[in-house]
């Protein structure tokens, strides 16, 4: 596989990532194409944030403020994601479903994930990529 520079990437389905400073990984689509690209800034947070085990909901709502990156989690059986683009907006889909917010309160409160608000799950997710 080559990035858009024509520079050789190297595909995997999953990984627990360590990387280096101001890399780019890139999530990929199933027709090959790239749906996202993520900046990694600092090993220490990454590090951190990938093997967190305990978070609260104001863990969760200070990393999408960020506006640092795909969120992706599974509640119930439920596969959803947050993609915080900027303070006013913010796609969410959640078992296929999407919709687009326009604050981060949307997000906490709207009951769009199996019925309910990230504010009642937030301790009964699975983080799967943050």
Sequence with gaps: MKNSAGKDIIKVN???????????????????GIDQNFMITMVDKLFKLATMTSYNLEDIKSRLLEFSGL????????????DPFNKNNFHVTCNGNEHDMK???????????????????????KILDW
């Design 14 to 32: 999953q990984t627990k990532t360590i990387a280096e400073p101001n890399s780019i990984t890139q999530k990929t689509n199933a027709k090959g």
């Design 71 to 82: 969120m992706s989690f599974e509640y119930n059986g439920l596969y959803c994601d947050i």
């Design 103 to 125: 604050s981060i309160d949307d997000v906490l409160n709207s009951p769009v994930f199996g019925g309910c608000a990230l504010n009642e799950i937030w301790d009964k997710i």
